[in-house]
């Protein structure tokens, strides 16, 4: 399972960005066994942390910091999960990763920065 991600870039406090993360090559049979695709994010010296999770079921997860700001969602039929994030705040700014689980492994995107200025 290869990802791409996309949708990252400089925004002011207040704005929002969408990220995308793909994964065009993957048959439909292995992205059905994908039990959670998620985003994660790494700020400069801090560790990577859990920003929102979406199971095969539809179980959604947030991270506190995020949850009424951010929604993580998904298109089957383009095999793409997204997260759309609204009313950015200054401490989003990180490198942001998109993770897909499945029952034997994890596959992560490379990162794609957003930076939030003032």
């Known amino acids: 399972v290869q990802l791409q991600a996309s949708g990252g870039g400089l925004v002011q406090a207040g704005g929002s960005l969408r990220l995308s993360c793909a994964s065009p090559r993957t048959i439909l049979s292995v992205f059905w066994s994908i039990i959670e695709m998620g985003w994660y994010r790494q700020a400069p010296g801090a560790p990577r942390e859990l920003v929102a999770a979406?199971?095969?079921?539809?179980?959604?997860k947030y991270a506190d910091s995020v949850k009424g700001r951010f929604t993580v969602s998904k298109s089957n039929a383009k095999k793409t999960v997204y997260l759309q994030m609204n009313s950015l705040e200054l401490e989003d700014t990180a490198v942001y990763y998109c993770?897909?689980?499945?029952?034997?492994?994890?596959?992560w995107g490379q990162g794609t920065q957003v930076t939030v200025s003032s």
């Open positions: 979406l199971t095969r079921d539809g179980d959604t």
């Open positions: 993770n897909w689980k499945d029952d034997r492994s994890d596959y």
